[in-house]
């Protein structure tokens, strides 16, 4: 029937249906054709709209046609393995007001038997009433509303063995009729027909089914009133001689390097050629007996706007234009960009699992749970933010769009949302995001990109292979979706993806994903879960090698869920050759139950002594860590996940808006009185950045020592220790606490009995000493210590530094103590503050924060500075200043360079002055 259909489409987007008359081609299966079958030989529908996506017991055979069935078939499936049911189901076709539709389909059978009788093709599960049914039942060819009514002969009619006939239903003005070889059977129905997974040589309700031979299948739309004849021609024939494109070509983004794709299908007798074409000057690009056209090697010189004309001695149809365009992506390179050390400095963060899920105790649904099912009772997302940013932690990172495809915002392109929840008056993004903004923490989004509510479950199944169609059409879909998220919800620090595996990678288009993210927010780093790794392969974090390929690219960093990072922690990775750096984001749950959606049952969190290692494993080695809280039903996060998170704060020196705090003995040079003979237990493992390793004492040492040299006078006021412990039995029963100037002479600034499974020690003074060292004085066997850390806490006196000057203008003191100028929160609608501070230190460069579009600042060898912004707005004044004293403010420079591009603006040393600020303020 159409022996040329490509087997291998990549993007593409459809036409207006083929019209016949008035009659539109819905679903075209040419069954058995070279090219028509996908994964596991389940159909492609040639409009790309409906193709099957489940099949039973591996489904059919395609078999050369041997006599006359469909015009211009070559193919057929044969189904008549009558020990097993062979077939398929999936599709549901959106047929307009459920009228003016029909389906149709080539069949021939050996015999009517029990063995052979079964539902050939449906409009839904075989075993729902009310669904249309044309089946081989008993004595022959017959159709039904199923446990209905019959449409046509009770029973069936007209069978003759291995005979192909057509068979059609066709609905029109609300009667439905049943038609063998284009003859009406007596006996029509008038009842409204039922749609859902519909089934294609299968019988949903039991062990028997069709067993013969299927070929051409076809659902068609008229306009009211069309004539019977158009209907069974559009059903039966090879289609218009003229050709007429069915798939058109979609825009591709590509890096630069990269190979991109176009695909068009046109139907037509004889099968048409194609010719390619790029605008502009319609210069002849490609030709061929395919529609596919492929460019390898891409370059700037390639972009621009292709389409193809179809071709053959009855006429030619010519596509719709689709460009080409290199898409952003990150600068190959061995360390991280100025973005991702932001992204690294972050360090923490709280993941919140909130959705449809958390009303049916489940982690994963599938898309079917009324959207109604969504009721809390509130939303305290102030509740949220603030547990997160009394833990220590710097961002919130809130699941959109789980695989079930609910949405907490009200989306334009679906009803699955809070819009038509229970809940309407809730945009939960909008909530948290807020929230986010009010308390200093940065917003994140969660998105997954598999969907399985989308397009009537077309991506419902758990492992997929998505016709082109749905690929191009999903991905418009989520890039819609991203837009709203990333236009609607002020500043995102990241976009995390989930779900690809599903699928190819390809299917997702994650180029052109990254370039919407990347033109929108341009400091949103983007990752999908399982970055690295062969295509079809989840590689663990432990298992990860330097050099090993990026799976999804672009990425800005990688994700495993729910895997921690190795010691030691590769961080470059490639993609066509190139070297890129990606830090390492781990994802825990504080849940008891491991779960990440709330259940009825979750009570209780997870140990501290198990955070605690989460925590050191995560964020050493420049990694992230983000732990999951599920609000429960009523909007707010459990008493006990909230107080496991403070303990643990409180374990790590956290506090809110404070900078991290930092390991001194990490850097000191560690020694001991005594280190067990193997295993590799020295005295440098206590104060690794590894969690697992540790430090232990020779046996029979009854008081070792465990010193640290800084090299220099250090100043500090807190030290933490972790005891390794067999059991709950840990050996140490006594200690002291000493500090040097000389590693000789000895002071003791803390006594204590046991150390434990954790400790922590606030001296109530800050200490100045080269050398520290534990000491202990007696054991119950040879000690060992998994972690030693040393911390200075100590808080500058804001009257006595210029700590105070920069309070005045409206720095807080964390953003002061950890060098970075924040924004004022009053955005205007591109996101950008109307305001940003840029600090350039006191003698050293401050890295500025905006909030918004990317920003470089720099100081120069010699003296000298220089920031870039974006010009974004023709009807806003932007106004750089310089100070010396972040009082008194002069005018420096006034709308430089021009509207929609970078601007840098260059400051020579020896002005005197030591800050700069930029104003942005809309022109009157």
Same mark, same amino acid.
């Given at each position: ?54 099949? !039973? ?89 199923? !446990? ?29 009729? +049943? ?76 890096? !630069? ?52 004309? #179809? ?62 099912? +969504? ?36 989306? #334009? ?79 995102? =620090? ?72 190795? +010691? ?91 900078? %991290?705090?930092?390991?001194? =003995? ?19 493992? =206590? ?115 210029? %700590? ?55 100081? +120069? ?64």
């Amino acid at each position: 029937m159409y022996p040329k259909l490509t087997a291998i489409l990549t993007a593409f987007t459809l036409s207006q249906p083929v019209l016949r008359a008035n009659v539109a081609i819905l679903a075209d299966y040419p069954l058995g054709e070279p090219g028509s079958l996908g994964t596991n030989s389940r159909p492609l529908d040639l409009t790309g709209t409906y193709s099957y996506t489940g099949n !039973n017991y591996g489904g059919t055979t395609p078999v050369a046609t041997a006599g006359v069935s469909a015009p211009g078939s070559t193919h057929y499936l044969d189904t008549s393995d009558t020990t097993r049911q062979e077939g398929f189901w999936g599709p549901v076709f959106s047929v307009p007001g459920s009228d003016n539709f029909a389906m149709g389909i080539y069949v021939r059978a050996a015999e009517d038997t029990a063995a052979t009788r079964g539902s050939i093709f449906t409009s839904g599960p075989s075993n729902q009433n009310g669904v249309l049914k044309i089946t081989l039942d008993g004595n022959g060819w017959s159709a039904s509303a199923h !446990n209905v009514a019959w449409i046509g002969t009770a029973g069936g009619t007209g069978f003759t063995a291995n005979t192909w006939v057509h068979l059609a239903l066709i609905r029109s003005g609300g009667v439905t009729t +049943f038609y063998i070889d284009g003859a009406a059977q007596a006996g029509t129905w008038s009842g409204t027909p039922v749609f859902g997974q519909s089934h294609l040589g299968v019988d949903a309700g039991g062990t028997n089914a069709f067993d013969g031979h299927l070929d051409q299948a076809r659902v068609v739309t008229f306009t009211a009133g069309e004539s019977v004849a158009n209907i069974l021609a559009a059903l039966t024939s090879a289609g218009a001689p003229e050709p007429h494109i069915l798939q058109q070509p979609a825009s591709v983004v590509v890096q !630069n390097g990269g190979t991109a794709t176009f695909t068009a299908y046109a139907s037509g007798h004889p099968t048409p050629t194609y010719q390619w074409f790029r605008n502009p000057g319609a210069v002849p690009v490609s030709g061929g007996a395919t529609g596919t056209l492929t460019l390898a090697n891409v370059t700037s010189a390639d972009t621009g706007d292709y389409y193809v004309v #179809a071709t053959n001695t009855a006429g030619s149809d010519t596509s719709a234009t689709a460009t080409l365009a290199i898409g952003r992506a990150p600068t190959p390179s061995t360390l991280p960009d100025a973005v991702q050390q932001m992204q690294m400095d972050r360090k923490y963060g709280m993941f919140c699992h909130f959705g449809v899920n958390t009303f049916a105790d489940q982690e994963w649904t599938d898309g079917t749970l009324p959207a109604t099912t +969504f009721n809390p009772t509130a939303v305290d997302a102030d509740q949220w933010v603030l547990a997160a940013k009394a833990a220590g932690m710097r961002y919130l990172l809130l699941t959109t769009k789980h695989h079930d495809g609910f949405c907490l915002w009200p989306s #334009a392109y679906t009803t699955y949302d809070v819009a038509s929840s229970s809940r309407p008056d809730l945009d939960v993004v909008k909530l948290v995001s807020d929230a986010c903004q009010r308390h200093g923490l940065r917003f994140a989004v969660y998105y997954s990109l598999w969907d399985r509510n989308w397009n009537n479950g077309a991506m419902r199944a758990t492992s997929l292979d998505l016709s082109p169609a749905n690929s191009a059409a999903y991905v418009t879909y989520m890039k819609n979706q991203l837009t709203e998220l990333l236009t609607n919800y002020g500043p995102v =620090a990241e976009l995390w993806l989930d779900g690809g595996w599903v699928t190819p990678s390809e299917d997702w288009n994650i180029p052109a994903v990254y370039d919407l993210v990347k033109s929108l927010q341009p400091e949103c780093q983007v990752s999908v879960n399982w970055t690295v790794g062969p295509e079809g392969s989840n590689v663990t974090p432990a298992n990860q090698q330097p050099g090993d390929p990026l799976r999804y690219f672009p990425s800005d960093f990688r994700t495993a869920d729910p895997f921690m990072p190795k +010691f030691a922690d590769p961080k470059t990775f490639t993609h066509s050759g190139n070297t890129y750096y990606l830090p390492f984001e781990a994802t825990i749950t504080i849940a008891n139950g491991s779960h990440w959606f709330y259940h009825t049952g979750d009570e209780t969190a997870k140990p501290l002594s198990s955070l605690e290692n989460s925590f050191n494993t995560a964020t050493a080695q420049g990694n992230l860590l983000v732990i999951n809280c599920s609000p429960n039903r009523n909007g707010v996060l459990l008493p006990s996940n909230v107080t496991a998170l403070a303990q643990l704060a409180q374990r790590l020196g956290l506090e809110p808006d404070r900078p %991290f705090p930092v390991n001194l =003995a990490r850097t000191a040079t560690a020694s001991a009185s005594t280190e067990w003979p193997s295993g590799g237990h020295q005295a440098w493992k =206590a104060s690794d950045e590894d969690p697992n390793s540790r430090w232990a004492a020779a046996d029979g040492d009854a008081s070792p020592t465990l010193s640290f040299d800084f090299g220099q006078a250090t100043t500090f006021d807190r030290i933490m220790v972790n005891e390794y412990g067999e059991g709950d039995v840990y050996r140490c029963q006594s200690f002291d606490l000493q500090t040097s100037d000389d590693g000789s002479a000895w002071t003791t600034i803390h006594s204590g009995t046991t150390l434990g499974e954790s400790i922590r020690i606030d001296l109530p003074a800050p200490v100045t000493s080269r050398w520290l060292r534990l000491r202990v004085n007696s054991a119950s066997g040879a000690v060992s210590i998994w972690m030693f850390k040393v911390q200075n806490s100590a808080r500058p006196d804001p009257e006595k530094t210029s %700590f105070r000057l920069w309070q005045e203008q409206n720095f807080t003191l964390g953003e002061i103590q950890s060098g970075i100028a924040g924004a004022d929160t009053t955005p205007w609608g591109d996101g950008l503050p109307n305001f940003l501070k840029y600090a350039l230190g006191i003698g050293n460069a401050r890295h500025p924060h905006t909030g918004g579009s990317a920003t470089t600042f720099g100081m +120069f060898p010699g003296g000298g500075w220089k920031f870039q912004f974006h010009r974004a707005r023709p009807d806003v004044t932007y106004t750089i200043q310089s100070s010396s004293d972040l009082q008194n403010w002069q005018l420096y420079d006034q709308d430089p360079g021009s509207v929609g591009s970078p601007v840098e603006v260059f400051v020579p040393g020896g002005t005197g002055s030591l800050f700069l600020r930029l104003q942005a303020a809309e022109k009157p």
